[in-house]
């Protein structure tokens, strides 16, 4: 059987540019600078909400939407001024706009009648470090092509642009769009075809390719054509590429360019998805703080996408394993944290004394001596440069015709400069173990210089103890080439970011994870030789592969409310790795929930839930409420008035989410929440509650049964939590258990996390 293409061979991972970042940490920089700055204003990029005009006014035109928007900025700025202040004019995220100003004409603009809120724009982040078949899908069979391969669903990417040569964007065997498509493509016969069927750029005027890569691996991932024979930079691999929903439409919105991922590029780019009328939203970036929702372009953006039937999918961030570290925390998006996939492309240090380490390389040579070589740890004499092979730091060591072990600060992504030191010095070869916070993660391959193998902290440490052990050690590394089938896979990925959300502790997030490390992606071939494809990773990976799944589940569920989709994916995620045990991190002990979410994503599961936890948009208004927010801060997420007193306000762990996140304090031993489920299995189904308890708490469902006699029924159970811990008694502040509806067919799993407070 043939895996889904992301499960091929070994290629290296090249020169990524993350000029970017620093870029947008130099924006903020700037801003903050200029908080504190206080003579001369300075322009910025504002985004400015205003109210609709009672008794309503009729901007079908945009024009005259432009007009009216223009009447805010400064009566001063000129006409052709204005042009230039106003960036972009929203209709569908909400009703404003944003425009350059100085903080001054913002004051100004708040004595305006229907003037709202103004914020400083946000910059956001590319979630690819440097650098599918694993999740079940195979061609001609299953859910794959019972989904029909997602046709006739639209994957709007919201990214750096495109190259829209690569062959995993062809159009052979896709239809044209469906009808209800409304987007047009100014690129028709150059960019557009039938598989991406529009292409607009909101950063400049002009087609939107890449400045640098990142949007086309992600789109291919989500949606990627079939590529037959799909080859990495040595003509090694050899297989079928596919993205997730290979037969599904593309629409591609370039909303970053040189100076970042602007915050009101975004929400332009989300407006144009939700007139086109596309029906997934991937939005692979982040940024790299949470702030509250009512100042979060990519969080308004996706509820006024939420709103028209539009699936958003997020990345968790790259700020792993920090905690909390997550980005993207809103209950209307699906938050991706990312795993392992089963592929290693195995390189193995072999000692003197017999003993083997697996370990990672893409540069794999089939000529290296297997004859035992002289091994030296570049930090055995105690200089902390030289451990790291810092530049110059070898002159003085004898590592001539050796293998040489060199420490690394952010695993394997940043080696070239420790490769150049050895291989001047005379290093023949070079042993790369992780720090002890990147553990047994192999992820960043980036070693191309020399022959090399990434291994993890404790296999460093043990070739380091040999090395002390015997007066001559001596190694050879082995290159194995690629590995399919790893049991310990899924692992959650080092940098994967994890929970809890700041934002809204009583939503547990990431809630899912997917695959992110190694993965195998288009990569333009104008940019690199010849080479289509390349290995990456990072949550701007794993989003896209829930997307793709996101387009499968719309295409099978044509009905189902994006709350529903997420509900399927959540309940029926995996829990343990190939080996049938917990799945574990990056320090190979069994993950917590604020790393796995629900757990891994199992796509044909995801097909067939049972029962869904679904959601209106009107419950995210009593949530927003319930989060404390003043009524016009709920009003600008929502983009309508709001008063709170008069809608009916729920806490945040009273959303019908499929998840619970919930505390207990001294004062509030015992919380009570209820949940609706509707039956989408069979007809006549009846479901026996299963309750694994976080320790510590007491959790009752009432009633433990739900009888189902028709599709689409449904049924409310109430859930009650109660504190048994004893005071003092183990001092660990959060507690994990789940609990489950069970029938003879399904299982729907929900997470629970408990902190005591
Ligand atoms: C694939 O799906 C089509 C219709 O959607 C069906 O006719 C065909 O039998 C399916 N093939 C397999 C191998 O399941
Ligand atoms: C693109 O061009 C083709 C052929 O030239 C035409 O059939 C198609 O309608 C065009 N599509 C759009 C969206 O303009
Ligand atoms: C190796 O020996 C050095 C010097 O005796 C010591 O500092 C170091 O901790 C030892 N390393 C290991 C991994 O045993
Ligand atoms: C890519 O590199 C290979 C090997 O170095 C070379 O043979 C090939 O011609 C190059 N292809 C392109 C398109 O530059
Ligand atoms: C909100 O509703 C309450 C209760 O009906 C009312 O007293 C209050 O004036 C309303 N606030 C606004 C801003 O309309
Ligand atoms: C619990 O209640 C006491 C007394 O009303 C109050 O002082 C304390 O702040 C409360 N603690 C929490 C965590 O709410
Ligand atoms: C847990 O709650 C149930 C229902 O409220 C109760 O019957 C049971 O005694 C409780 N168990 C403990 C250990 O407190």
């Given at each position: 059987m043939e895996r889904i293409g992301f499960g091929l061979s070994p290629i290296m991972v090249f020169v990524f540019l993350l000029s970017l970042i620093f870029v947008s940490k130099f924006s903020y920089a700037v801003r903050d600078h200029e908080e504190i700055a206080t003579k001369q204003s300075q322009l910025q990029t504002y985004i400015v909400h205003i109210k609709e005009p009672e008794g309503g006014q009729d901007f079908s035109k945009s024009e005259d939407l432009e007009t009216w928007y223009k009447s805010f900025l400064p009566a001063s700025s000129t006409t052709s001024n204005s042009q230039q202040r106003l960036l972009y004019s929203y209709r569908n995220v909400f009703t404003g706009f944003a425009a350059k100003l100085t903080k001054e004409e913002v004051k100004a603009m708040e004595?305006?009648?229907g003037f709202v809120l103004a914020w400083p724009e946000k910059i956001y982040h590319l979630q690819i470090t440097r650098s599918p078949a694993f999740l079940g899908l195979h061609q001609n069979s299953g859910f794959w092509n019972g989904s029909n391969y997602g046709k006739g669903v639209i994957i709007a990417v919201v990214d750096?642009?495109?190259?829209?040569?690569?062959?995993?964007?062809?159009?052979?065997g896709m239809p044209p769009p469906p009808a209800k498509w409304k987007g047009k493509c100014a690129f028709n016969g150059t960019i557009c075809n039938n598989k991406i069927i529009s292409a607009s750029n909101f950063v400049e005027s002009l087609p939107p390719t890449e400045d640098f890569i990142h949007g086309t691996p992600v789109a291919s991932i989500a949606a990627g054509n079939f590529v037959e024979d799909a080859r990495d930079l040595f003509g090694n691999a050899k297989g079928t590429a596919a993205g997730m929903a290979p037969h599904a439409h593309l629409a591609i919105y370039k909303a970053c360019g040189e100076l970042g991922c602007t915050g009101s590029a975004i929400l332009a780019a989300i407006d144009a998805a939700i007139e086109d009328g596309v029906d997934v939203l991937s939005i692979s970036l982040a940024a790299d703080h949470s702030d509250p929702f009512y100042v979060d372009e990519i969080t308004i953006g996706a509820f006024a996408a939420t709103r028209k039937g539009i699936f958003v999918s997020t990345p968790a961030g790259n700020e792993g394993p920090r905690s909390p570290s997550l980005s993207n925390g809103a209950p209307w998006v699906l938050t991706v944290g990312a795993s392992t996939i089963d592929r290693s492309i195995r390189t193995t240090a072999k000692l003197g004394n017999g003993e083997y380490f697996d370990g990672e390389s893409f540069f794999q040579l089939s000529n290296f001596p297997s004859k035992l070589l002289p091994l030296v740890y570049a930090g055995a004499n105690g200089n902390v440069s030289s451990a790291f092979c810092n530049?110059?730091?070898?002159?003085?060591?004898?590592?001539?015709?050796k293998i040489v072990v060199c420490d690394t600060e952010d695993g394997a992504i940043y080696v070239s400069d420790k490769e150049e030191e050895v291989k001047n010095a005379g290093g023949v070869a070079i042993i790369l173990p992780n720090n002890k916070y990147r553990g047994f993660s192999t992820s960043e391959i980036d070693a191309d210089i020399l022959p090399a193998t990434h291994l993890s902290y404790s296999s460093g440490l043990k070739i380091k103890a040999y090395i002390n052990s015997t007066t001559k050690p001596t190694a050879t590394i082995e290159f194995k080439g690629t590995i399919i089938g790893i049991s310990s896979a899924p692992e959650v990925a080092h940098f994967s970011s994890r929970g809890p959300s700041l934002t809204s502790p009583g939503i547990l997030k990431p809630d899912i994870i997917g695959p992110g490390a190694n993965i195998l992606a288009a990569w333009p071939a104008n940019r690199m030789n010849s080479s289509s494809f390349n290995i990456v990773s990072g949550t701007s990976l794993s989003c896209p592969h829930l997307s793709g799944v996101a387009a499968l589940l719309k295409s099978s569920h044509?009905?189902?409310?994006p709350a529903a989709i997420k509900s399927a994916i959540m309940t029926t995620a995996d829990e343990v790795n190939h080996e049938n045990k917990p799945i574990m991190d990056q320090t190979h002990q069994p993950a917590d929930i604020f790393a796995?979410?629900?757990?891994?994503?199992n796509p044909s599961r995801a097909n067939d839930p049972g029962l869904i936890y679904d959601s209106q948009p009107e419950d995210y208004i009593y949530y927003l409420c319930g989060l404390g927010y003043s009524n016009s801060q709920v009003g600008i997420v929502v983009n309508r008035r709001v008063n709170c007193s008069e809608e009916s306000t729920i806490p945040e762990?009273?959303?019908?989410?499929p998840s619970f996140s919930i505390a207990l304090g001294c004062n509030t031993t015992t919380q009570e929440f209820t949940r609706t489920v509707t039956n989408v299995g069979a007809v006549d189904s009846t479901y026996i509650i299963e309750i694994f308890a976080p320790a510590g708490v007491n959790v009752s469902v009432k009633p433990d049964k739900l009888d189902f006699t028709r599709l689409n029924q449904k049924k409310t159970y109430a859930v009650m939590f109660s504190k048994i811990r004893a005071k003092g008694k183990d001092r660990k502040p959060h507690a994990q258990g789940f609990l489950r509806w069970v029938s003879a067919k399904h299982s729907v799993r929900s997470p629970i996390s408990v902190k005591f407070e």
């Open positions: 004595e305006k009648d750096s642009g495109i190259s829209s040569h690569h062959p995993s964007f062809s159009d052979e530049k110059g730091s070898l002159k003085d060591m004898d590592v001539r015709g044509p009905e189902w409310s796995v979410g629900a757990g891994h994503v762990a009273q959303l019908n989410y």
